[in-house]
């Protein structure tokens, strides 16, 4: 099963490539909402989600936002009663998409805290989800956390991880509450819902990256504002650039391809994927 979906996601390499659905009902209020926009990347969606069910402890919420794939994808989705899932029918292509599919998720959010997310975000360790909740609450006014750290690949080899130390240095470091001129990433972006609100902020009319607009507009210098470091992220992650832009054919450059496959490679021959790969009752059909 395993080499099966990892050579699914390399035959979509190689070809270049609003309405709520039933969910689990929640008793309790959702401590995290987690937001995963989706377009048409199944098997990576499926080892997302099926690593949040196994590695979660806190009391989640996940909303996944489908940008009218209309592929087998949205059938898995469809299937996985312990999600909420929303269509966004009418989804704009590419990065407009995705903010579309943020507003939609942040909208029908019960949590606390909302996480955004994507689906190429996989989280390795049990209890990620407290460990990030508990990096943020020492400070008590901070209002989240994220990362100016593009990739986080804990399975790469002796040698990258060598020429990374080295060249990458300055993102080496646990966290810290500096504040930054460099790239606010979205691919685990922890916000405080309320504040999120309040500011009436809206990701789809906003000018750049969705959490680097959102940071400069409302937090940088505002409030305090916890920015992860690999020395934090790749103890209870995986995520790397590009991967939902080169599935489904909106990226086709040579270079990109070729560093994507060395990083999935890296990832499927690692234990606790194959594991998570091999766990069809994670789906909970």
């Known amino acids: 099963m395993l080499t099966s979906a990892y050579d699914d996601i390399i035959s979509l390499i190689s070809r270049n490539a609003n309405e709520k659905q039933p969910s689990l009902k929640i008793m309790m209020q959702p401590t995290i909402t987690i937001i995963i926009p989706q377009y048409k990347t ?3 969606t499926q080892l997302c989600l099926r690593a949040l069910k196994k590695f979660s402890t806190l009391n989640v919420e996940i909303i996944v936002v489908d940008n009218n794939s209309a592929d087998d994808s949205l059938e898995y989705l469809e299937k996985n009663k312990w999600i909420q899932l929303i269509k966004n029918k009418n989804a704009s292509i590419g990065g407009a998409g995705h903010k579309q599919a ?5 909208k029908a959010a019960m949590g606390d805290w909302i996480l955004l997310f994507h689906s190429d975000t996989i989280v390795l360790k049990k209890a990620w989800d407290e460990d990030l909740l508990n990096l943020v609450k020492k400070y008590p006014d901070a209002v989240g956390a994220s990362s100016i750290v593009r990739d986080i690949n804990p399975f790469s080899s002796w040698h ?3 020429i990374r130390k080295f060249k990458n240095r300055q993102h080496s470091y646990h966290h810290t509450l500096n504040t930054s001129d460099n790239k606010i990433m979205s691919y685990c972006f922890l916000v405080k ?11 789809e009319h906003a000018e750049g990256d969705v959490a680097d607009a959102f940071y400069r507009n409302h937090i940088k210098g505002k409030y305090p504002f916890v920015l992860m470091g690999r020395g934090f992220l790749q103890r209870i992650l995986w995520h790397t650039s590009n991967v939902s832009s080169i599935l489904t ?6 270079k990109a391809v070729h560093k994507l496959h060395k990083k999935l490679n890296s990832l499927f021959s690692s234990a606790v994927i194959e594991s998570l790969m091999n766990d069809s009752s994670l789906d909970n059909f």
């Open 42 to 44: 199944y098997q990576v």
């Open 102 to 106: 943020l507003d939609i998720g942040i």
């Open 160 to 162: 990258s991880k060598l």
């Open 193 to 203: 819902r309320k504040f999120l609100i309040d500011t009436g902020f809206n990701f």
């Open 249 to 254: 054919g909106q990226m086709t450059g040579t």
